[in-house]
């Protein structure tokens, strides 16, 4: 990605679409999992807003939407708890305005594909329900995308630990971040400093935009990957691009890449700490933080869910005795979801660099190294960090 421009960046990324074995609409269940923990909060600030400010019209966004099931998930959790509070209130509810954001590459057509007659909320099954108008918003939420005092809630899940765009040190063209494609442990302090920064401008120009496009007493909320503590150089924060780069050296060693192309491959990704979070917002000052938290979201959430085949949770339970047997069963299970999240999500940007013919090979190297990390380690890194965050519109 060195020599990328924002506007490059943009015309890159994008979950992979479809709905085939290696769709993002087939592997988001982490993000489904994450969107879970925060649905409470969620829907409590949706109900709270709209009882405050009984209007006809709720307007809501979803910031980096994506597609498949998570495309219209935060939406209607919103929607549905506004429609109940109306029903205790007696109040009618109220016309709903829907913005699905992502970037222009996002597989918008799958999202308007699936959601059928989604323009009446049925009751009853009929289109007499309440209107709920939904429209595709593409472009870079690091960017103005709507009117001035358009909107009243916004959402955002998985979505801004995603820079705006490659920091400047590695765009330059000189090689700062040898054998490692993103922050690891070992990169050098400037490299974590440019990350740093790039989010900071980033997340900056967010909340500007948000600023703008918000109505006062508006909500939003925000929920990304995060870092436990302020040291970015822990290896839980960094194992899993780091042995995407040990499968990427690999395949230079077999000779299927260059090794010069690994040098100048580094993915615009960086999980904050609250501390940053929190005093950008502060900084930037449009925002009033009614709520921030750190929570970790659960792997093991994931073991019961359709990804993993019938046959595979079978044999998982027929080996619960051993105990051993088990666990490397389970670092298998980890290895397998994780490679394949991070593949669906990351081969737009590996196609652009290296070509597509690596995806299989790469990822079944990178498969096999998670799992003996996994299985070295005795224990499965079972959670992932994440921040959610609520403001309100000052
Ligand atoms: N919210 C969904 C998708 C999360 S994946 C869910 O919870 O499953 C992250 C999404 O953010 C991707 O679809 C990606 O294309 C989008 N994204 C990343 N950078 C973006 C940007 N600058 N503007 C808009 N969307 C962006």
Not at 67 to 95: F, K, R, Y
Not at 169 to 174: T, W
Not at 218 to 240: C, H, K, N, Q, W
Not at 291 to 310: G, K, R, V
Request: hydrophobic share 40%.
């Amino acid at each position: 990605m060195a020599g990328s421009e924002q506007v490059q960046l943009q015309r890159v990324l994008h979950m992979n679409s479809g709905e085939g074995e290696t769709s993002y609409a087939k592997n988001s269940t982490m993000q489904k999992v994450i969107a879970s923990y925060t649905k409470s909060i969620r829907k409590d600030l949706a109900r709270d807003y709209y009882r405050d400010h009984l209007s006809d019209k709720m307007v809501i966004a979803d910031l980096g939407c994506s597609t498949g099931p998570n495309a219209i998930l935060m939406a209607s959790d919103a929607i549905q708890s506004i429609i109940s509070v109306c029903s205790d209130l007696g109040h009618p509810p109220p016309e709903f305005q829907v913005f699905l954001n992502d970037l222009p590459l996002n597989d918008f057509n799958s999202i308007f594909r699936s959601l059928g007659d989604y323009n009446y909320l049925s009751q009853g099954g009929d289109t007499e329900g309440q209107l709920c108008l939904i429209f595709g918003a593409p472009g870079s939420f690091y960017g103005r995308l709507f009117p001035s005092g358009s909107l009243n809630y916004v959402v955002s899940s998985t979505s801004l630990h995603w820079l705006s765009e490659m920091p400047e040190v590695l765009q330059e063209g000189s090689v700062v971040n040898k054998g490692r494609i993103c922050l690891s442990k070992t990169s050098n302090p400037s490299v974590f400093d440019a990350y740093k920064n790039q989010f900071q401008a980033g997340f900056s120009l967010f909340l500007k935009c948000r600023g703008v496009e918000m109505m006062k007493g508006g909500i939003m909320v925000l929920t990304f990957m995060a870092r436990r503590g302020s040291d970015p150089s822990t290896e839980e924060d960094s194992y899993a691009w780091e042995l995407l780069a040990v499968a990427l050296m690999d395949l230079v060693s077999v000779g299927l890449i260059e090794e010069q192309k690994v040098d100048f491959f580094n993915v615009p990704f960086y999980a904050p700490s609250m501390d940053e979070v929190e005093q950008e917002i502060i900084n930037e000052g449009s925002f009033a933080i009614k709520n921030i938290e750190l929570f970790e979201a659960s792997y093991n959430a994931l073991l019961a869910d359709q990804y993993f085949e019938e046959e595979k949770q079978e044999e998982i339970t027929q080996n619960t005795s051993n105990g051993i047997q088990f666990s490397h069963l389970k670092a298998r299970h980890y290895a397998e979801l994780t490679a394949r999240s991070n593949w669906v999500v990351l081969e737009s940007m590996i196609r652009n660099h290296f070509g597509g013919e690596i995806m299989e090979e790469l990822f079944k190297r990178y498969c096999d190294l998670l799992e003996e990390y996994y299985c070295s380690r005795g224990i499965v890194l079972e959670l992932i960090p994440n921040i959610i965050v609520a403001v309100e519109r000052k």
